[in-house]
Structure formats: structure tokens, C-alpha cells
């Protein structure tokens, strides 16, 4: 029972260099999104997609693309990291809205800590 | 403007005593959903508890209950009887419209249970 899960858990960059981030939910979701978490300012969506084959902006897109070519997988990537992109990542998923009630909630992964220097 | 506000940065309560954490939203859609969510220090995110702009009733779930008041546009989160485990990052979030696929997330408050 394995949720949604995030790869990698941690990850030191320079700035410039390139990174995916993976995410995997087992919950056959239609829905998966990326959310940057820094202090103060809760969190903020990046990209989301409502199925696979598409995807779309959040309110933070700029700096990231993301890739949702199978279901159950959501890629994240920086192609040139800025310090500024220093942040705690999360995944989620979810069923499709409206679907009623607390179903529409979000699963959480764990989170990738990413530190840009 | 905000969607969702958050106005209580930080909030100390003395343990078993009720905590009402405060979230005011943002929305002119007469359909939309409430989440509360918890952050523990280690991290995670936990759904509490849902509710839905045309459910009748409050929510309520375990020691969890969402105090909504449509008219104000007020969805604050009640805990009973505190417990120390209660400590953590706590986020108000909604998706708004019958379509919209995004849900949009508060600031949080950090909420402290002191022995």
C-alpha cells in the first residue's frame, strides 16, 4: 500500500545543473499535482495534470516542466536550477473533481528536499 | 486577493483545552470544497476533514469538527480536547467551482500544545 511516492527523497544542486523529480501514486488517480512548500507562504502549485498526455501551469510554473506520459507517474524538471528554487517539493493525487465529498481530498507523498547552491 | 487567509500565524494552547483554528475563503462559485490539512514536523500531509458548500450539516470527524459559516465565508477547524500529538503545521485549502481542478492552499498556522 504503497500511496504516492516521491524519488528523490533529498538532493543537493548547484545552480545551472538539471534534475527530475519523480512521483508515483498506486491509487489509480486521474489527477496528480506539484507543489513547492517554503516558509510563510504555505503551498503553492506548480503544475498539475488532469490525466495522462496533459498537464497544465499553476501559479508558480515558471522555471519547471513537467511530463505525465503514463497514468500513475508525474515528472518534475528543472532544466537550469536557480537558488531560488530552494524548497521542500510535494506530490499529490487524486480523483477526479467533482467526485463528492472527501473524495475530492489530495494524497500527499513524502516530499523532496531540494537545496540549490 | 487571497482565496484562502489564514490569520492566526502561530497559536499556543495549554493540552485538552479546545483549539479553534481560523480560515476565511474567497469565492464567488456557489460550489466549491474545504480541506483542512496537518503537517507534522516530520513532514507529511494529513487530510483532517472535508467540507462541501452544499453539505447541511458540519463536518465532523473524531476529535475534528469544521465550525462553517457560509454566510461569512468562514471555515475554521475545531479540536477537542488538545493533545500534545496535536502539535504541527496546520493548512485550510479549497477547490472552488464544480470544474475547477485546483485546489489552492492557506498559509497555515502553527499551533503549539504545551504539557
Known amino acids: 500500500n504503497a500511496g504516492v511516492t516521491q524519488t528523490p527523497k533529498f538532493r543537493v544542486l548547484k545552480t545551472g545543473q538539471s534534475m527530475t523529480l519523480l512521483c508515483a501514486q498506486d491509487?489509480?488517480?486521474?489527477?496528480m499535482y506539484w507543489y513547492r512548500q517554503d516558509p510563510g507562504m504555505g503551498l503553492r502549485l506548480i503544475h498539475y495534470?488532469?490525466?495522462?498526455?496533459?498537464?497544465a501551469k499553476g501559479e508558480v510554473p515558471d522555471g519547471y516542466n513537467v511530463s505525465r506520459l503514463k497514468k500513475q507517474n508525474f515528472l518534475l524538471g528543472l532544466e537550469s536550477a536557480a537558488p531560488s528554487q530552494t524548497s521542500v517539493y510535494f506530490c499529490a493525487s487524486s480523483y477526479s473533481f467533482p467526485s463528492g465529498g472527501a473524495q475530492e481530498t489530495q494524497y500527499f507523498g513524502p516530499g523532496t528536499r531540494l537545496l540549490v547552491l | 486577493a487571497q482565496k484562502i487567509t489564514q490569520t492566526q500565524p502561530g497559536m499556543f494552547v495549554q493540552e485538552k483545552e479546545a483549539v479553534t483554528l481560523d480560515c476565511t475563503y474567497d469565492t464567488s462559485d456557489p460550489s466549491y470544497g474545504l480541506f483542512w490539512y496537518k503537517q507534522p514536523s516530520s513532514g507529511e500531509m494529513i487530510f483532517l476533514i472535508y467540507q462541501g458548500s452544499y453539505d447541511q450539516q458540519n463536518a465532523t470527524e473524531g476529535r475534528y469538527s469544521l465550525n462553517f459559516q457560509k454566510a461569512r465565508k468562514s471555515a475554521n477547524l475545531v479540536i477537542s480536547a488538545s493533545q500534545l500529538g496535536d502539535s504541527a503545521m496546520y493548512f485550510c485549502a479549497m477547490r472552488e467551482g464544480r470544474r475547477d481542478d485546483k485546489i489552492i492552499f492557506g498559509k497555515g498556522t502553527r499551533l503549539h500544545i504545551l504539557p
Open positions: 495534470s488532469v490525466g495522462e498526455g496533459t498537464t
Open positions: 491509487m489509480n488517480h486521474e489527477y
